[in-house]
């Protein structure tokens, strides 16, 4: 006797949803118009034969062979088909139409916000042809525009796909002389990106049907720009706070006052306080992205050389602290 658990690869207590569901995904595997083997009609006969018994569709209750009528082959055949092209209409309706374009922006630009003008390459629809890819069409007579045509092999009742049209049910005899039966034809878009203030690096901006055209159907998919901001030199950012390294002679740290810092938005000026160390960090709030702080970190610079003079005075200095 025949394991038809084992055939379908599920368990003895699988339920009648995870029964069909296997079936169909062995039925789709094996089926001879998609797998070239030559077992896989035997194979996919075994499948059937499997899934009829166990979801209770037998002549008898009884666990002996099986026995196909033509009938009911042609049925499976039948679901089996009908699965295939619903998987195909799937298939199309998910065809990605969108497009992508990279734009590199600096960081004052993300700072300040800024409109972009960009040129898209793209395609359109062709208007002679309207995305048909030729002008004139004819019913394919093979298939009398069905797209498939049935061959009965044996007892069974196959399917193919119509060699003469390959599967669309139509015969081209009259290319699109503007499209050169592409269907589509290339251009160009000049598009203006209002890129907001405060984004952030990665980020993407859709443009609602200004993609691709949809090979069959007269829809536009959408256009996503993708926000790559540029490292700044004088500048590093922490999500809305921006780090700025300011170098400060060891003098100027020591006794403080009025030091001229660097902003996204200009110069201003900053009250340090006296006797700070290195790497001392100060928050200066509004001076960010969006809102955020200027995080002004201190560097101190030390003289790589004195002379005698500046020596004796630092001596003194010295002193002065005992």
Avoid at 55 to 62: A, L, T
Avoid at 207 to 221: E, L, Q, R, V
Wanted: aromatic share 12%.
């Amino acid at each position: 006797m025949k394991d038809y658990y084992k055939i379908l690869g599920i368990k003895q207590n699988s339920t009648k949803e995870e029964i069909k569901k296997a079936y169909k995904k062995m039925a789709m595997k094996y089926h001879p118009d998609r797998n070239p083997s030559l077992d896989s009609e035997e194979k996919f006969k075994e499948i059937k034969e499997a899934y009829e018994y166990l979801i209770g569709k037998r002549k008898d209750d009884s666990y002996e062979e099986f026995e196909t009528s033509f009938d009911d082959v042609k049925t499976s055949f039948g679901d089996i088909f009908e699965d295939f092209f619903d998987e195909n209409d799937s298939f199309k309706d998910n065809i990605n139409i969108d497009a992508t374009y990279n734009i590199n922006i600096s960081l004052k630009e993300c700072y300040f916000g800024v409109i972009k003008t960009i040129n898209i390459p793209s395609w359109d629809i062709c208007n002679i042809c309207n995305g048909n890819k030729n002008s004139k069409l004819e019913k394919c007579l093979k298939c009398n525009g069905s797209g498939y045509s049935r061959n009965l092999q044996s007892f069974f009742n196959i399917h193919n796909i119509c060699n003469a049209c390959n599967g669309t049910g139509e015969i081209i005899y009259d290319t699109c002389s503007k499209c050169n039966g592409l269907g589509k034809i290339k251009k160009f878009d000049k598009i203006q990106i209002n890129i907001p203030k405060g984004i952030e690096n990665g980020s993407k901006i859709k443009i609602a049907g200004k993609g691709n055209p949809h090979p069959s159907k007269n829809i536009y998919g959408d256009l996503y720009i993708h926000i790559n901001i540029k490292k700044n030199k004088y500048f590093k950012r922490k999500k809305n706070d921006l780090v700025y390294k300011k170098k400060i002679f060891f003098t100027k740290v020591l006794v403080g006052g009025k030091i001229k810092v660097k902003s996204l938005d200009g110069f201003f000026y900053f009250n340090l306080p006296k006797c700070n160390y290195n790497n001392k960090k100060f928050i200066i709030k509004n001076k960010g992205l969006n809102g955020g702080s200027l995080i002004l970190k201190i560097s101190v610079i030390y003289p790589n050389h004195l002379n005698d003079y500046q020596i004796s005075l630092i001596k003194k200095l010295s002193k002065s602290f005992k």
